[in-house]
């Protein structure tokens, strides 16, 4: 379970944080650790802490030392076809978080069971090293998977990234930003960090805009020394914005950028639905390929939000798509409203963008 909204402490990160190929392990099945026998399951192949980078900085209690992993969840490989690849990114404010969460490693499974690749990866938290080494180590980690497609039967061709949270954060980053060099990952340098798609639940689109975007009833104040945003940027995003702004999804949108989708429930009282808000309407702006599901009475959970889009009847929801087309003096907007959003929307995303 990761980054659930309890209000019972004063501080973001309090409440947050009681929520919660070398060195290789091989497992098949549903939800097993490394080096533990697994239910068998001819579904989905595992492959554990699977050594992306060495990172010296890395030190916290949730890594291996000196290193950042990755966990490969892959489709039944007796089928000739090659998988496309999700890399997921953990949330936890930057600061903590696991890539096998128990409660996110259904979400993994449920894709690898429609034919998907998912990399639930780690990458360095703010106290080990602050902006941009976070989102670089996204993209080593694109090049690492990329490097090794012909190991794993991956569609190197094909990539998305999602996240939640803050993990969305770096997730929609990725998509934003593959034209922005002083990003790239330092993986093998013949291998792009480029992303086809970006996916975001609940993320943080504009970090000098969260005291802007708060839900009227947080408990939580935002933007000050030791607030997350301000640890990531090392710096006080309310007193130097525009750093808050250098790590923020929202300034880097333009119309080449490949399509975003974004998940946000408007109960969310740790990152105001408006964060996405601000960015759809950026990416109208824009003429960007984006759609934006506000989710009725959601708050701030990523087993909520699956458990609500894995449900039959769909999700209540408002749902906003940018369209553009060439010959538009600007971009048409369509709204729709109801019980509309579940998983499948996301799964024909991703087909449709990652040509599956």
Known sequence: MTDH???????????????????????????????????PSREIERYENLTYAERPDVDHEDHSDGELRLDLYLPDRRTPR???????????????????????????EHFARRGFAVASIEYRFATEATFPAQIRDVNTAIQWLRAHADDYDLDAENVATWGTSAGAHLAALAGVTNEVNEFDGDGPAEYSSDVQAAVSWYGIMALDRMRETAHPDSPYEYEHATAPESLLVGETV????????????????????????????NDDRIVGHGQSELLFERACERCHDTTFYELHGLGHSSEDVYSALSDAPPAEATARTVHCKPTDDAPQERVRDGPIASLTDMERFL??????
Not at 12 to 33: D, E, F, M, P, Q
Not at 93 to 103: N, T, V
Not at 245 to 261: C, E, H, I, N
């Open 82 to 108: 090659l998988a496309p690849v999700v890399v997921y990114v953990h949330g936890g404010q930057w600061l903590y978080g696991d890539k096998a969460d128990p409660g996110e490693v259904p979400m993994f």
């Open 238 to 265: 309310g007193e130097n914005p525009e750093a808050g702004r250098y790590a923020s999804p929202l300034k880097y949108v333009d119309p080449d950028d490949p399509p975003l989708l974004l998940y946000h429930g």
């Open 5 to 39: 909204d309890k209000r019972n402490g004063t501080t973001r990160r309090s409440v947050l944080r009681g929520l919660s190929i070398a060195g290789s392990a091989i497992a098949l099945s549903t939800g097993s650790a490394a080096g533990t026998p697994a239910t």
């Open 351 to 356: 087909r449709r963008n990652l040509r599956h």
